[in-house]
């Protein structure tokens, strides 16, 4: 099964940003949706966004909301999550996967497949 791949992540300090990016070369782009996850230590899955093949997103969790926004540009069969006024409480690793149907109002982990390893996002000063 394709794995999508996630970069962009790293150490930032708070208040600041980093753009995460998610891309599957050879995977049907065009035909799913996009769900962005996160997993802090010792926490659940947390879902943080879904974006919809045409462009639409989800409402997105009060913990990300106006902080965060998903965008995708299908001609490069690339996902971006840019996160911005970041917080410690946003570290850890952070995830896309694909789903078959449009985005739902709530995210949930197993609607989901061919998720990536993740990329790890650590917000510190």
């Known amino acids: 099964q394709l794995r999508f791949v996630e970069s962009g992540g790293g150490l930032v300090q708070p208040g600041g940003s980093l753009r995460l990016s998610c891309t599957a070369p050879?995977?049907?782009?065009?035909?799913?949706?996009i769900g962005w996850f996160r997993q802090a230590p010792g926490k659940e899955r947390e879902g943080v966004s879904c974006i919809n093949p045409r462009g639409g997103t989800t409402n997105y969790p009060d913990s990300v909301k106006g902080r965060f926004t998903a965008s995708r540009d299908n001609a490069k069969n690339t996902a971006y999550l840019q996160m911005n006024s970041l917080k410690p409480e946003d570290t850890a690793v952070y995830f896309c996967?694909?789903?078959?149907?449009?985005?739902?109002?709530?995210?949930?982990?197993?609607?989901?497949?061919?998720w990536g390893q993740g990329t790890q996002v650590t917000v510190s000063s």
């Open positions: 996967a694909a789903r078959s149907s449009s985005c739902p109002n709530k995210l949930a982990a197993s609607d989901y497949t061919n």
């Open positions: 050879g995977f049907p782009w065009r035909v799913v949706a």
